[in-house]
């Protein structure tokens, strides 16, 4: 079965930096493409950034020049590097697929306050 686990989130300080990871697997990862969604307290899951097959990649306006994303086909994993955080970008995040339908991951807290 689909099974996406992220880790890496945490407590930063704005101007701070984070990385998120998600681990993928129960699929052919290289052929899918993958998402990072996000959930901010009392809002709905809107999305950051996406990385295709190929590897070109898509940014929500909010996070581009801040964040990217990358994947590793060998690992059966993507990335989200996060840099210059500010507290707008406290939110639980989510890794995405399409198998079909859609899988989501259970989620990261970050969380950006000095």
């Known amino acids: 079965q689909v099974q996406l686990v992220e880790s890496g989130g945490g407590l930063v300080q704005p101007g701070g930096s984070l990385r998120l990871s998600c681990a993928a697997s129960?699929?052919?990862?290289?052929?899918?493409?993958m998402s990072w969604f996000r959930q901010a307290p009392g809002k709905g899951r809107e999305f950051v950034a996406r990385?295709?097959?190929?590897?070109?990649?898509m940014y929500a306006d909010a996070v581009k020049d801040r964040f990217t994303i990358s994947r590793d086909n060998a690992k059966n994993m993507v990335y989200l590097q996060m840099n210059n955080l500010t507290p707008e970008d406290t939110a639980v995040y989510y890794c995405?697929?399409?198998?079909?339908?859609?899988?989501w991951g259970q989620g990261t807290q970050v969380t950006v306050s000095s």
């Open positions: 995405h697929t399409v198998v079909a339908t859609n899988y």
């Open positions: 129960g699929f052919t990862f290289s052929n899918s493409f």
């Open positions: 990385i295709f097959t190929v590897g070109n990649t």
